[in-house]
Structures are given as C-alpha cells and as structure tokens.
Nanobody, 120 residues
C-alpha cells in the first residue's frame, strides 16, 4: 500500500501559478512512477503528467505541456506539480497517483485530491 496526501491547491487568477505537493508513505516511494490527474466538474478524470521512478523521464498532456512541470524528490518521498500560466480551464480537483508502470500510467494508488480554481 502507498498512502498519498496532496496539498497546495487553492484559488488563483488566470495567468498565476501554483505548486502542488504530494507526500507519500508506505511502500518504497522510489519504486513507483508518479503522476497527476485531474477531474473538472461534469467531466471525466484526465491525465496531466507523469514522472518515472528515477525522475529522468516525464510526459505531459498536450493541454498542459510547456506550462506545467512535474518533479520528484525521492529522499523526501514527495512529488510536485508546478503550474504556471494557469487558465480557467485548468480548474479541477487534482489527484496524485502512484503506479508500478511509467508507460501507460493510470494509477494504482490515489490521494484524496486537492482543489485548484482559476478565476478569469
């Protein structure tokens, strides 16, 4: 089991920035690929970004590429999502997830989510 707790969400104006954090506990953090997904009201959950166990590989949804950056600190068992140039369409609950597989990342373990609201 891996327990994940997100933090850092909030209300921000369009064009602003937020950094989300996800602290992990339980099984060895560094064995898992980590990722972020989001769900907007009335929409299905969608992939945002993922990072390999080593941190050397990352990939992003086209909608956030160039604006969001995923990173991890294995010593702190934490993964981050730096979000810049935020848009109202980025408004969603953001979930941190851990997956044994980097490719085809879907999430074996999930956090409870943190709300991000971007005002226009």
């Amino acid at each position: 089991q891996v327990q994940l707790v997100e933090s850092g969400g909030g209300l921000v104006q369009a064009g602003g920035s937020l950094r989300l954090s996800c602290a992990a506990s339980g099984r060895t953090f560094s064995r898992y690929a980590m990722g972020w997904l989001r769900q907007a009201p009335g929409k299905e959950r969608e992939f945002v970004a993922a990072i390999s166990w080593s941190g050397k590989l990352t990939y992003y949804a086209d909608s956030v590429k160039g604006r969001f950056t995923i990173s991890r600190d294995n010593a702190k068992s934490t993964v981050y999502l730096q979000m810049n140039s935020l848009k109202p369409e980025d408004t969603a609950v953001y979930y941190c997830a851990a997956d044994a597989r980097y490719e085809g990342f879907k999430g074996d373990y999930w956090g409870q989510g943190t709300q991000v609201t971007v005002s226009s």
